[in-house]
C-alpha cells in the first residue's frame, strides 16, 4: 500500500499522539491556576504511579530533580504549554506533585520603610 | 380379430401401406434430427453469445471500477498530503502559541483535520492508495490513543490499561486506521452518553485489542455480512459499498487482509452491544521503542535546536535550572536527568552527595586520544601506523610518558569527587 520509494516517506510527520487526546479534550485550565513561573517539584510520598499516561510519567521524571519552573517543564516536553498545565494541574490534584507560588516579587516590600532605611544609610554614611 | 387375417382386403392394404408408412416415418425422423441439429447449434450460439456478454460487462465493469480506483486515489492522494501538512503547521500552532486563549481552537482543529485525513485515508485504502507517512514503530497504547483521536466522540472512549507491546513501524498507520473505524461504528452506534471501552489482553497467539460498546449490537444478517465483509481477500471495491455506502468492515478487511491481522465483530459485550476484537500477530509487535523515544531531546539539545523554532526556550530556561533547584532545596541540580527524562541514559553524569557532577575517569584516554584515536583525528587512518610523521611519534610518546606520570602520582585516582566528601 505504502510504496517504500514514495518521496514523501521522507518528509517529518507529525506526533502520533496529538495533544486533544492527551487533554481528552478536557478544557484547558484558567491562567492564574499555573503561571509560566509556578514552581512544581516531585511529592515525596507519591502514590504508585503505573496507570499514569506516559506523557504524565515524562513530566514526572522531569520534576524528580527539585523545583522546576512550569515554563522550564514545558521547554522539556514537546507538548504546548497550555497542555501541560492541565497535566500538571491533574497530578498535583492527585498528590503526584507540589506546587509553589513564584518568588514573591519585591513588590510586596513597603516602599515606604525602603525609603527611610535609605535616609537613615544617608544620614549615616553621607 | 381372427377373421379379419383371412380378409385378402388386409393384405392387399398391408402390402401398399408398408412401403408408404416406412417412407413417411423415415422422412419425420430426419426432419426431426435435423430440427434437434439445428435446436442445439442455436442453443450453443446463444450460450456464448450470453458468455461474451457477460463477459464483456465484466470486463466494462473492471474497466469502470479501475478508472474509478484511479481517479478517487490521485486525488485522495492530494487530499492527505494537504490533511498531512496541515497538521504539521498545526503542530507548530500550538507550540508557539501554546499559552494563549488561542491554544482551544487550535486543538479543536486539529481534531477536524484529524478526522478529515482518516476519511481521506479510508478511502484510499479502498482504491490500494497511499496509507499515509511512515511511522516508527510506537508503543500500543499510542496507537490506540492516536486512533481514538480519528474519531468525532472521541472523549466517549475510554482505554482501560496500557501495556508493554509496541507495534512494527509499517503496521502503525493500519492499526490505527482499523481501530478508528471500529470506534466510529462503535460511537455511531450507541446512546450518546455511554462509553467505549478498549481493553488490551496479551493471548499466546499476539495481543489482542478488545472494543466493548454499550450499542443496540448487531443481530445475524448484520453479524454475517460484517464477517464477510472482514474476512474477504478481494475487497468490493468502491462500487460495492452499497448505498449509504458502508466503509468501515469494507476497509478494515483490506487492511486486516494485506498486514495479517484479523478482526472479528460476531461476539457481545458486556454491555449488550459489539465487542470486537483486533489480533495482531507476534510479527507485527516489536519490543517497547524506548531507545528510539530517548535521543529524542538529546538531538534537540545539539545544533539541530535551531532547526526547530518552538524550542527556544528550551535553552533559555534549561541554564538556570540548576540555580533554581538549588536555591529552593532541590536534591540533585544536574541538569542531565531533567533534560534526558530519566536515569539510564547513556550520557548523564552520576552526582556526588555535594550535589557535583560527578565525572568518571576514562583511562589513558582522559589524558591524551588513544593510538586509533589520533591516527582517526589526524589522518584519519587507524591502520596506516607506519605513516606516522615523526612530530606525531614524538607527541605520542611523550603523551604516554605524561600519562604514566600523573597515573603513577595518584594511585587511586578511581574516581573523582568521592562520595564520602
Redesign the interface.
Known sequence: MTTPDDPELELEAAPLVRAYVITNGRSLPADDEFSLITLVTAAQDMPPTGQLDPEKRRLLDLCSGGYLAVAEIAGHTELPVGVVKLLLSDLTQAGYLYTRAPVPPAKLVDRRILEEVLHGLQARFG | MTQYFQDPALWGLIAAGTPVAATAIIRGRKTIAELRKEKQELKAHYTSLEEHYTESVEEAKDRAEEDTKTALKSAMRTLQ?LA?EQ??V??KL??K????QI??D???I??MN?QFARRAQSIA?LC????????SA??L???V??A??RIRH??RVEIRA?SNFAIVS?A???V?LTLAELLDNATSYSAPETMIEINIRPVPKGVCIIVDDAGVGMNEEEKNRAAKLLSSERSPGVSGLGNPPQFGFTVIGVLAA?YGFTVSVDSTSPYGGVRAVVLLPDELLTAMPEPELRPD?QLKETPAVAASSP?P??Q???AP?PT???A???????PD???F??QGHAAPAPTTMGGLPKRRRRGAISIVPSAEESAQGTDGDTEDVPRRSSEQAASVMGAFQRGTRSGRRSPNAFTEGHETQ
Open positions: 498530503g498531512g497538521q504539521l498545526i503542530t500550538q507550540e502559541y501554546g499559552d494563549q491554544l482551544q487550535l486543538l479543536d486539529d481534531h484529524s485504502v490500494d492508495g497511499w496509507l499515509g507517512r511512515q511511522r510506537a508503543s497504547y499510542d496507537v490513543r492516536s481514538k483521536g472521541f472523549t496500557q509499517r502503525v498507520e493500519p490505527a494485506r531531546p524550542m526556550p528550551d533559555g530556561p534549561a535550572a533554581t533547584s538549588t529552593f532545596g532541590g536534591q540533585s541540580p544536574d536527568p531533567i533534560s527524562g530519566g
